[in-house]
């Protein structure tokens, strides 16, 4: 991947980072994560691609180089001052559906609260997860977690979502439903996303000067 200039609003950035995984030795890697970027970062081995998220978020350190964030390293989710999220399906902290978007809208209120107030409803109307709202996570299928992950993320309004391998297991209706969803919140929020994939799987095309209906009509999805 091709570094870019720094830029003021950069999330965060890859300097150099390599690291030891499953795959052997991977980096270096130059990549810096700005607002309104799109970012594919293709990688064979599931292990090594949670090995750099985790990496990204703080949680453990590159073999060498450095990665730079805005503010301190992040711990579990939320960045001092803004938000990476991980859409992870399998990664929740509630039982209810309801109880994990109340916990998404409390980190965004705390954030900007005017601006969750006015953005969240938009959100969760577009999702059209609302007949799910009272009813436990585990009874959810594949497709729906997949879908309740994303609008959490976005309803928490971070700088940057991560997505691990986000067609991965979806038919041809759901990876559009999926796809639709995170065009429209990131732009509504102006996040910055970074996708990372295996060479097996598809990486979400999202450009701000097209739409999902024409990327649809031409098979793109």
């Known amino acids: 991947m091709i570094m870019e200039m720094e830029t003021e609003n950069a999330v965060f950035s890859l300097k150099g980072v390599t690291f030891t995984g499953e795959t052997g030795v ?5 990549m810096v994560i700005s607002q309104q970027a799109d970012n594919v970062l293709l990688m064979k081995n599931k292990k090594d691609r949670l090995k750099l998220v985790r990496i990204i978020k703080g949680l453990e350190s590159p073999d060498s180089g450095k990665i730079v964030k ?7 989710w939320i960045v001092p001052d803004g938000i990476v999220c991980i859409v992870d399906r399998g990664r929740f902290f509630s039982r209810t559906v309801q109880a994990e978007l109340a916990f998404a809208a409390d980190v965004a209120k705390t954030k900007n609260q005017e601006k969750a107030d006015r953005l969240l409803p938009l959100i969760l109307e577009y999702a059209g997860i609302g007949d799910k709202m009272a009813g436990p ?3 959810l299928n594949q497709f729906e977690h997949a879908l309740l992950a994303l609008t959490c993320a976005l ?3 971070p700088e940057a979502i ?3 391998n986000p067609l991965e ?3 041809a209706a759901q990876a559009a439903r999926f796809t639709s969803l995170l065009a429209f919140g990131r732009e509504e929020i102006g996040c910055a996303s970074l996708q990372v994939v295996s060479q097996t799987e598809g990486a979400i095309p999202l450009k701000q000067d097209d739409t ?4 649809a009509r031409a098979g793109v999805i």
């Open 26 to 30: 991977i980096g270096p890697l130059d």
């Open 70 to 76: 805005r503010g301190a390293d992040a711990t579990g």
């Open 137 to 139: 996570i585990d009874h």
């Open 155 to 157: 309803c928490m309004m």
């Open 162 to 164: 991560i997505l691990l």
């Open 169 to 171: 297991g979806l038919d």
């Open 212 to 215: 999902f209906e024409n990327r």
